[in-house]
């Protein structure tokens, strides 16, 4: 791998990351009084329509008959969106009920799978330092969560759906926007049936009466399509492995958010796993640029 591909690869997770865990969590956060199957379906649905325009813009219509005549990409594409979907309304639930530490947890295991995918599935290199800093990720992560009193199971699907999501998109050689929009247009069917019973039960809040709220549900698209963009091109570019440690980022940004905006108290136990994870995401990256 040439270190300015890597770089990129670097640069890009870390974009996506840092606006997952920043203006993804606070936009998210503050559309919560829609109702949770509501966000995910203009998710859904706006997600696809700014990628279609994308497509068009880019003149990317031969790029895309290729990859929907491919059946082994379109087989993997249609896994890849089940998986995002899944991963999608998780997370939204997990807001909507104010379960965001439990969600957050996902984010923490996530790496940690990365980086094992990495080195089962594409021969992602593990030597003593790399073991030794994981090591420090599970020990600081366990820590930091010592005090739950329930077992945080939407923090695990979270983190199995999103690791999974990201394995299956880094087998497959396709533009990453393409990739995303054919993820979409899979999704997108199922969103249009949901969105019909939404409205059949009178239980919607996008109406042409409240314009402010369905532009803030029409966001819901480039909220999704810029982070999942960035951070998908840098795992093509640096690796599972990598990206996952560079990951920490989100629940990094999450955290402070909750501290310095929405009041949370920020802990001792929390500072010092903190600590502790980015201590081993600077050996892990240190390591890497050493060895490349």
Known sequence: MKINKF????????SGSFFWGFLGTYYFQYITLVGAFEVVVHRCIWTALILLLTTIFFKKWKIFKKVISDKKKIIYLFITSILIFGN???WIYAVSINKIID??????????LSVFFGYIFFKEKLNKKRIASLLIVFLASLYLFIDIETFP?????????????NLVRKKIKVDTDVGLFVESLFILPLAFV?????FQNSTNDFTFSNPSLMFLLFLAGPMTVIPLFLYIKGVEHAGLGPSGMIFFITPTGQFLLGFFYYN??????KFVSFVLIWIAVIIYLKDLY???
Do not use: C
């Open 264 to 269: 949370e108290p920020f802990s001792t136990q």
């Open 290 to 292: 050493e060895n490349y």
């Open 194 to 198: 949901i969105l019909y019973f939404i």
């Open 103 to 112: 969600a957050s947890i996902g984010y923490f295991i996530f790496p940690i």
């Open 7 to 14: 770089n990129k690869g670097i640069l890009y997770s870390s």
């Open 88 to 90: 999608w309304t998780a």
């Open 153 to 165: 199971w939407i923090g695990f699907i979270v983190a199995l759906l999103w690791s999974s999501y």
